[in-house]
């Protein structure tokens, strides 16, 4: 079965300083993967996804997430961190029949210190 | 174009008592999507629906929470009687063809 794993509960930074937090997933084939924002009081947003081809792939607000096969991980990164980037961030993977099953880990929750 | 709406937003219950959400998906998205988040956790999925059908209901607790979709657009989710653990947000959400989830904003239920 797919699962997804994210080690860090909670991490703090500094605004200006990079960013990044880990995920590594579990799947017998290629898998789609994702990272989704959540603010305090909203519903999730993607932040950007992974399908196939370029394994670095960009996506809004600056972050950017690799693909690492070798290492079944998909980490992602912010060269540099503003404070309205506080908020969680899950790692998903999509799996099943037509990729339509769409599994979180426990998510990261992000600080970001003056 | 409108997002995922979901209500109430807030829903406080006692235990044992009743409680429906209620999930209108992106227009013509197929699949339909609840999740169940307590607070400090990532969101599990407790049901899946493509158009009307159930393609996933492996971690919905069947004793007590219920789900339809029946004309495969809007749906509903009912928990019946209500336990302090199930004190969440329910996210509902929707896509095309999988993959790309839309979110609603979420009905936090507080069971008391």
């Known amino acids: 079965a797919q699962s997804v794993t994210q080690p860090d509960i909670h991490i703090t930074v500094s605004e200006g300083a990079s960013l990044e937090l880990r995920c590594n997933y579990s799947?017998?084939?290629?898998?789609?993967l994702f990272w989704y924002v959540q603010s305090p009081g909203q519903g999730l947003q993607l932040l950007l996804k992974?399908?196939?081809?370029?394994?670095l792939v960009q996506g809004i607000k600056g972050f950017e997430a690799e693909f690492k096969r070798s290492q079944s991980s998909f980490n992602l990164r912010k060269p540099s961190v503003h404070w309205s980037d506080a908020a969680e961030y899950f790692c998903?993977?999509?799996?099943?029949?037509?990729?339509?099953?769409?599994?979180f880990g426990t998510g990261t929750k992000l600080q970001v210190i003056p | 174009e409108a997002g995922v709406a979901q209500s109430p937003r807030y829903k406080i219950i006692e235990k044992r008592q009743s409680v429906a959400f209620w999930c209108n998906p992106i227009?013509?998205?197929?699949?339909l999507y609840w999740y169940q988040q307590i607070l400090g956790q990532g969101p599990k999925l407790l049901i899946q629906?493509?158009?009307?059908?159930?393609?996933?209901d492996s971690q919905l607790p069947k004793d007590r929470f219920s789900a339809e979709r029946l004309k495969g657009v809007d749906s509903t989710l009912k928990i019946q009687p209500a336990k302090l653990e199930d004190s969440a947000v329910y996210l509902c959400?929707?896509?095309?063809?999988?993959?790309?989830?839309?979110f609603g904003s979420g009905t936090q239920l507080s069971v008391l």
């Open positions: 959400a929707s896509s095309f063809w999988g993959r790309k989830l839309f």
């Open positions: 799947y017998g084939a290629t898998p789609y």
């Open positions: 992974y399908f196939s081809g370029d394994t």
């Open positions: 998903a993977v999509a799996s099943g029949r037509g990729y339509q099953k769409v599994t």
């Open positions: 227009s013509g998205h197929a699949t």
């Open positions: 629906f493509q158009n009307n059908g159930v393609v996933d």
